[in-house]
């Protein structure tokens, strides 16, 4: 079965920076685009970026543009998204999920918490 697991997450000062981290198994990694989805508390998920399965094009959320790459590593099935200046309205937990919409399976999740 398809499984997802985040990591990388904690608790930062704005203006910081953080690496995110995820590892698919159970399907073809390297076949399909990936996506990074947040939640704030109280509030929807929000699609932050989408990557195609060669990893050659992306697609950002205007809220994070110019402070997030996503990127993977499809030899280690993994996926990747470094986060800099960081801001207290990044506060969300972070999910890895198959696909380029951000509907697809997902992970348990990693937190970030963006605090002074």
């Known amino acids: 079965e398809v499984q997802l697991v985040e990591s990388g997450g904690g608790l930062m000062q704005p203006g910081g920076s953080l690496k995110l981290a995820c590892v698919g198994s159970g399907f073809e990694f390297r076949t399909y685009s990936m996506s990074w989805v947040r939640q704030a508390p109280g509030k929807g998920l929000e699609r932050v970026a989408a990557?195609?399965?060669?990893?050659?094009?992306?697609n950002y959320a205007e809220s994070v543009k110019g402070r997030v790459t996503l990127s993977r590593d499809n030899a280690r099935n993994e996926l990747y998204l470094q986060m800099n200046d960081l801001r207290p309205e990044d506060t969300a937990k972070y999910y890895c999920?198959?696909?380029?919409?951000?509907?697809?399976?997902w992970g348990q999740g990693t937190q970030v918490t963006v605090s002074s």
């Open positions: 990557i195609n399965s060669r990893g050659n094009f992306t």
């Open positions: 999920v198959k696909g380029w919409l951000g509907y697809g399976d």
